[in-house]
């Protein structure tokens, strides 16, 4: 094994000998010069198609330069060549080269002339030609001068290429939009600004055109409009004064001496036109103002709101919607001035914090009469309802809506207010029926506005404690109630001693269960027994009644409800939306029976298809195109 190993050996040796022996007679040629190394190449990385080609072809960087600098010797060589030979030949050459380029301009510039009148014939002869000789109506003798713009247009650079402005040429790349100049060509962009400018400015103003007719735009949803709003027939002469107001309302200084209804009136038109801003609350805001109402003050800024008590000291009544800017410094600054307000209502300030709140009523307190707290979120709690017994001894109306921190407690606290006369509620946590009981017991007496919204928890027993407490309501609202029943409202009515209300909105009570929408076996909500009760206690005082969606009043109810004999004299709006079984007859008795209705509402009613209305009426949700029914007009 060893003799193996040591003959291996030496025979590797051998073979590696031999290999470097004919490696050096490769580097060595014929004349026995050593031949140059082969550069080894460096990686760069993945390479391109076009150089992998170049490279096959023996094809180099190195090769390209070394060829173009061969190249640029030779025409060096030859130029001094033909400079040397400049003195014998220079006026033979230049009179010849002179002739010679001469006649290749001519005959360029004739080439270029017949294409032109080649491509002018043939845009003679297109459609677009004779689109535009039509359009601009232009003589035989025109023709040239449209064939001839059209052929600009077409050999315009296109996007992308490189032009000269025509007015200042500045250098500046071709889009879509470049604006051809005056006099041609085409125009960079701060040119073509300027030129469209001067150009707008020469044109004449165009004067609005008037909306005449039927065909006006929008003429049918106005009239509409009007009708919804109680403005039906001619306008009046402060109508028609608040609305000239409006649309010259940068030309007004002052409102004067105008009674309070019209000037409420003229803020409920800027309201409804987004026109309360910065500069118009001056006209409302007077050293004399009293009474404030500002429907709309989501373009005021905290500055504007503190302006107010900087501007009418005497100020009583404040009214304040969308008052999102009323925030503590606001409320600082009010609590620092001698204003002592009687009725205090707030919509929308949800930056304005507990402890605030708190400070006024305590500070406040004494002189309000009416407090209204809506969407303040989560920034009027128990605590501060809690206060308004102690520190408000004439309050007689409290509302609060949109509450999300109010519960139990605070309902029980409300009974504190021993003067309370109207009361309105819509909290967004669970309440219980213990805690308006409690409410009712002790102030239901002097109650006239006991108002509920959207209370599904809510049973029989808080329309018992009604029954039981109430002697002078004369509005009554509970909304979306899921478990008070029919029988329970005809226990609330039934043998009532309060006298007949005026306003009942019970709309929604009705019975929620998707697997049994047509059926009612507990008789869930307001149904036909409740309802005739209702309008038998009520029915001769009652203006306003809202029964939507309360789908389990069947048509027999409405017939005997609305039957020849009854007479419903005060009834003047009708909220019977989605009440299923209201038909054309049940319309026809309710214009009957009720001589000074102005409006009924049947949105969902299928079974309303044609019907006379009186004159006066307006009939709205009609299923049908139209919608509304008035007398006397088809629009």
């Avoid at 989605?578 to 299928?606: H, K, L, Q, W, Y």
Wanted: one cysteine or more; charged letters at 30%.
């Amino acid at each position: 094994m060893a003799r193996r190993s040591t003959r291996q050996n030496q025979s590797q040796g051998q073979t590696s000998q031999q290999v470097d022996g004919d490696n050096a007679d490769e580097n060595v040629d014929q004349n026995n010069n050593p031949a140059p190394q082969r550069q080894t190449r460096a990686v760069y990385g993945p390479q391109s198609a076009l150089t992998d080609f170049l490279a096959s072809h023996n094809i180099s960087a190195t090769r390209i330069r070394e060829e173009a600098e061969t190249r640029r010797r030779q025409a060096a060589g030859e130029q001094r060549d033909d400079d040397e030979d400049d003195d014998q030949t220079a006026p033979i050459v230049a009179e010849s080269g002179t002739s010679t380029r001469q006649s290749r301009r001519n005959g360029a510039a004739e080439k270029r002339k017949k294409q032109e009148e080649k491509a002018l014939e043939k845009i003679k002869n297109s459609k677009t030609f004779k689109k535009r000789k039509k359009r601009e109506d232009s003589d035989d003798d025109d023709d040239d001068a449209i064939a001839r713009a059209i052929f600009e247009e077409r050999s315009a650079p296109l996007p992308g290429q490189m032009e000269n402005c025509a007015i200042c040429n500045k250098r500046f790349t071709v889009t879509p939009y470049s604006v051809a100049g005056p006099e041609g060509g085409l125009l960079c962009a701060p040119c073509g600004r300027q030129v469209a400018k001067e150009q707008q400015q020469a044109l004449p103003k165009k004067k609005p055109r008037k909306q005449t007719g039927a065909s006006g735009v929008g003429r049918r949803r106005a009239i509409q409009s009007r009708i919804l709003d109680g403005d039906v027939g001619t306008k009046s002469l402060a109508t028609l004064c608040v609305q000239t107001l409006a649309k010259n309302v940068d030309l007004a200084d002052s409102l004067g001496d105008l009674p309070d209804h019209l000037i409420d009136k003229i803020a409920r038109m800027f309201s409804k036109r987004r026109l309360l801003n910065p500069e118009t609350l001056p006209l409302f805001v007077q050293a004399g103002t009293e009474t404030l109402r500002i429907y709309d003050g989501a373009k005021l800024h905290e500055q504007d709101l503190i302006s107010i008590f900087q501007t009418s000291p005497n100020l009583r009544h404040l009214k304040i919607r969308c008052g999102i800017q009323f925030k503590d410094e606001v409320m600082d600054y009010l609590l620092s001035r001698a204003i002592s307000l009687e009725s205090f209502y707030l919509h929308g300030a949800n930056l304005l914090s507990e402890e605030k709140w708190q400070e006024y009523i305590k500070t406040k307190g004494h002189a309000m009469k009416s407090l209204q707290v809506y969407y303040t979120d989560k920034h009027f709690r128990d605590e501060s309802v809690a206060l308004l017994g102690e520190y408000c001894p004439n309050l007689t109306r409290l509302k609060i809506e949109n509450n999300q921190m109010l519960t139990d407690e605070g309902v029980k606290s409300i009974a504190k207010c021993s003067k309370l006369e109207h009361i309105g509620l819509q909290l967004q946590n669970k309440t219980t029926n213990t805690a308006y009981i409690d409410m009712l017991s002790n102030i239901g007496h002097g109650l006239h506005t006991f108002s509920l919204k959207i209370v599904p928890d809510l049973d029989d027993t808080v329309l018992a404690s009604l029954h039981e407490h109430c002697r002078s309501l004369t509005k009554l609202r509970i909304t979306d109630s899921e478990k008070m029943t029919d029988n329970g409202f005809v226990n609330l009515f039934k043998d009532w001693a309060n006298p007949p209300l005026h306003f009942i909105d019970l709309q929604k009570c009705r019975q929620l269960d998707s697997t049994m929408p047509r059926q009612n076996p507990d008789n869930i909500g307001l149904c036909s027994e409740g309802f005739k009760a209702l309008m038998a206690h009520s029915g001769s005082k009652l203006r306003h009644l809202n029964v939507h969606a309360c789908r389990h009043i069947s048509r027999e109810a409405f017939e005997e409800v609305f039957n020849e004999q009854a007479v419903y004299p005060e009834l003047r709006h009708l909220e019977i939306s989605f009440c299923e079984d209201v038909t054309d007859f049940i319309i026809g008795s309710i214009f009957r029976a009720c001589p000074s209705i102005r409006e009924v509402n049947v949105f969902g009613c299928m079974k309303v298809k044609e019907v006379v209305v009186p004159r006066g009426v307006i009939l709205v949700g009609v299923p049908n195109a139209r919608g509304m029914i008035t007398e006397g007009a088809d629009y």
